[in-house]
């Protein structure tokens, strides 16, 4: 007979946000992320694909940079209100296969990016332990 010796409290199930469909079909109708954000600022998604526009212009400067990172801290708050209100309590599985998850994920992903290239090293430790503790499949 064996036994397993894991987490006898189990972990929480996995919180899965809800789908934007009227931010999808703005950004579906060719509205930029820009324009869909002014009107859905709660959408981690689209604070990530601006972002993640900053973060990866050709000649990226320090300016870019740091627009990159409040983009991405804005939607990593922005994703972390949705999820506490969809039960996250800190801690547990926030699934990247879950596609209404990704927008907080690459929040937090942008985030650890800018935060490594400014210098902010405690910052970019705690977004991939973050990520390591969402989704063990994202972080290195």
Known sequence: MSSSHGNLLGEP???????????????????????VVAHHPTVSSLWATLA????????????D????YA????GYHRGLDALRRNGW???GP???SHEPNRGFLRCVTVLATAA??????DEHQRC?????????????
Request: proline share 12%; with cysteine.
């Open 13 to 35: 199930p996995a919180t899965l946000l809800p789908p934007t469909p009227e931010a999808d079909a703005e950004l579906a109708e060719g509205a930029t992320a820009a324009e």
């Open 52 to 63: 993640e526009e900053a973060l990866g212009r050709a000649e990226r400067t320090l300016p």
């Open 65 to 68: 940079t740091i627009e990159a």
């Open 71 to 74: 983009y991405a801290r804005t």
């Open 89 to 91: 309590k800190g801690y």
């Open 94 to 96: 926030v699934p990247w």
């Open 116 to 121: 490594e290239a400014i210098g902010e090293h």
């Open 128 to 140: 991939i332990q973050l990520l390591r503790d969402c989704d063990p499949t994202l972080a290195p």
